[in-house]
């Protein structure tokens, strides 16, 4: 099987909810890091075979949004596209497919990521005659990406239920916060000497 190697890598800064990025398009945000990642790595969007874009909140986007953001990046028209939704490992799960793409030898230039604007999520109305008292507005946020479909426990409450069960305490979290911090801190300093 042949090694498959990262050739660059690029993210867009992170902007709180309803905030400065809140007006500029998932799939904007997406397309340029892809172009920051292929300049990076010194590779032309026109060498780019496939992609792979993972994204939770599709509602209103637009249909396949890793289309979108191919053709905002540049990329040829003939680009396979494939959009993921693994809610919070979407975009994780878009690297791996993009790897096991190239481990399978079924194209030499792929790439993988991820993209996300949550204040630009929709409310939903249910469809059909709006019943006399109104209608209850449905915020797209909660029902599709942080709300589970099966018991409909809120995403935080799932968290802090495996905590409990998991015997984790809060001080455990936050000693794993700052070891991870100090890490990643050395981690940047041995890149950058």
Known sequence: MPEVVILGAARTPIGSFRSQL?????????ALAVQAALTRANVKPSDVQEIFMGQVCQANVGQNPAKQVALRAGLNTSTITTTVNKVCASGLKAIMLAAQTLQLSQQQIAIGGGMENMSQTPFYLPRGEIPYGGSKIIDSVL???LTDAYDHIHMGLCAEKTAEEMNITREDQDKYAILSYEKSSAAWQVSLS
Do not use: E, I, R, T
């Open 143 to 145: 029902s599709d990406g």
């Open 22 to 30: 809140s007006s500029v398009p998932a799939v904007q945000l997406g």
